[in-house]
């Protein structure tokens, strides 16, 4: 039986992705930063489940260990973030990115030996499509998984040699409940558009489609023979990928504007 870890699977998109693998036939291994304090109703019957907090090296070392060999590995543990580029504490986004990148990143190196030696393994990371279309006042959480997504398509070429794929699920909104570190207030330089934003990045995962759908995506890219590196996923995601792909850098501003209701065109001061 091919053994999978998938980290931050207390809840949201993580425990779907675990679900799906368990009824994939997979024996699954879960993280969460305490698992101890896992409601009965939040395990999954039939997953063994370990504490990991990406922001701690140590954790992640004893997290390696503790797992053993593993097969597939889904990184999925991640943190959001909002406010104004200009008055983000610098602090706050280096926190942002030891969750989001460096402690992936870090997780990802140490399974990395044991899949050459076997050469096989299966590595996919979990970033947005916020990476390919940055939106406003998420800007950090944009760049940690731009950055994500540039780690993980280097990475594609450097372990194909020894039998490991590497691929990338972009979700669009998914509906979970990902808290969101708020770093701006009511003196912010920046309101309203910064408070327009949040009430519709609300809104949009309020009434985006279930996680299950990211689970669907991570078994289907299982079952590819050759999984292709980059996955969008949610509501119309392949169009929407297409779209953004294709149109003129302009006309995407305007969508992106007009979709997050920012009232100040380029040109205003
Ligand atoms: N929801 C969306 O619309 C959406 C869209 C695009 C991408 N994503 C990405 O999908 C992934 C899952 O998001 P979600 O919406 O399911 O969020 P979620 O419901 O908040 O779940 C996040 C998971 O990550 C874990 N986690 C958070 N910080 C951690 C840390 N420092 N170390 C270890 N584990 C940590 C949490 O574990 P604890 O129980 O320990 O808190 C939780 O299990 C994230 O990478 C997110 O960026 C989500």
């Known amino acids: 039986m091919s053994r999978a870890l998938v980290t931050g699977a207390s809840r ?66 991640g943190q959001s973030q909002i406010g104004a580029v200009e008055e983000l504490p610098v602090a706050d986004v280096k926190r942002l990115f030891e969750a989001n990148l460096f402690g992936a990143l870090r ?13 096989s393994g299966k590595v996919i990371a979990i970033a947005s499509m916020a990476a390919v279309s940055p939106v406003p006042f998420l800007s950090s959480y944009s760049a940690s998984k731009a950055a994500l997504v540039a780690l993980m398509r280097g990475l594609r070429y450097e372990v194909a040699p020894f039998g490991i794929t590497v691929a990338v699920v972009a979700p669009f909104d998914i509906h979970t409940t990902i808290p969101l570190d708020i770093r ?32 669907a995506e991570v078994i289907s890219i299982l079952r590819a023979r050759r999984p292709g590196f980059f996955h969008p996923v949610g509501r119309e995601a392949a169009m929407n990928a297409f779209l953004l792909r294709h149109l003129p850098a302009g006309a995407v501003e305007r969508i992106i504007r007009r979709l997050f209701g920012l009232t100040r065109g380029a040109a205003s001061p």
């Open 184 to 215: 701006y207030d009511s003196r912010s330089a920046y309101l309203p558009d910064i408070a327009t934003v949040h009430e519709k990045r609300d809104k949009a995962l309020a009434e985006a489609p279930g996680a299950e759908l990211v689970g």
């Open 107 to 119: 997780l990802i190196q140490l399974f990395l030996p044991g899949m050459r030696q076997r050469r």
């Open 12 to 77: 949201g998109i993580g425990k779907a992705i675990a679900a799906a693998l368990r009824d994939a036939g997979y024996e699954v291994v879960a993280t969460a930063r305490k698992p101890e304090a896992l409601a009965p109703q939040d395990r999954i019957p039939g997953i063994t489940y370990h504490a990991l907090d990406l922001s701690d090296a140590g954790s992640i070392e004893s997290l390696v260990r503790a797992a053993g060999p593993v097969d597939v590995l889904v990184s999925n543990a």
